[in-house]
């Protein structure tokens, strides 16, 4: 377990095929907090790629595309339920939104929108569930093939009183 008030990082990627997929994986939190024994886990910095599989260095998207992706952290599953996710859910921890649109001629446009990042937070997010899961959804009109979503968590180790944790706990489930 993390010593109290020292920062470390939690990595996790996601693969995701385009056009009208979505996709989950949960990352576990057991290793880095305990509730019984006062401690919790905060999450401080929350980065995130996109990237084409076989090419990451090209992004998630081909010549003549369209890409519209969405992604949200949780502290419960919502596998089948992205499309109805939003910030007022207790389980969500961070939320964004990925849209690009190359022409044939290679014309661009980029677009990324943080709906909710702990970084947005004086504190960070304070999470004491035993898992996160990391679920990622593509419209239809999404082309380009198979996808990596990665994340980096920068996070420390807090202490709370035990009736604090088990609170914190309940409200960030469903």
């Not at 996160?132 to 990596?148: K, P, Q, R, V």
Request: with cysteine.
């Amino acid at each position: 377990m993390a010593k109290a008030g020292s920062t470390f990082f939690i990595r996790s990627r996601l693969t995701m095929a385009a056009a009208g997929t979505e996709n989950e994986i949960e990352i576990p939190l057991g290793a880095f907090l305990n509730p019984l024994a006062d401690q919790a886990l905060t999450i401080h910095n929350i980065e995130v790629q996109i990237a084409d599989t076989n090419e990451p260095e090209k992004g998630p998207y081909k010549s003549d595309s369209v890409f519209n992706f969405g992604w949200n952290l949780c502290t419960a599953s919502q596998l089948g339920n992205f499309d109805t996710l939003y910030l007022d859910d207790n389980s969500v921890v961070a939320s964004g939104r990925y849209s690009v649109f190359l022409d044939a001629d290679d014309a661009y446009f980029e677009s990324t929108t943080r709906d909710m990042m702990p970084q947005s937070w004086s504190a960070g997010y304070t999470v004491a569930s035993e898992s996160l899961y990391l679920i990622g959804h593509a419209d239809d009109t999404s082309t380009g093939g198979t996808y990596e979503v990665s994340i980096v968590m920068e996070c420390s180790s807090i202490k709370l009183g035990k009736l604090e944790a088990i609170n914190l706990a309940l409200s960030q489930t469903q």
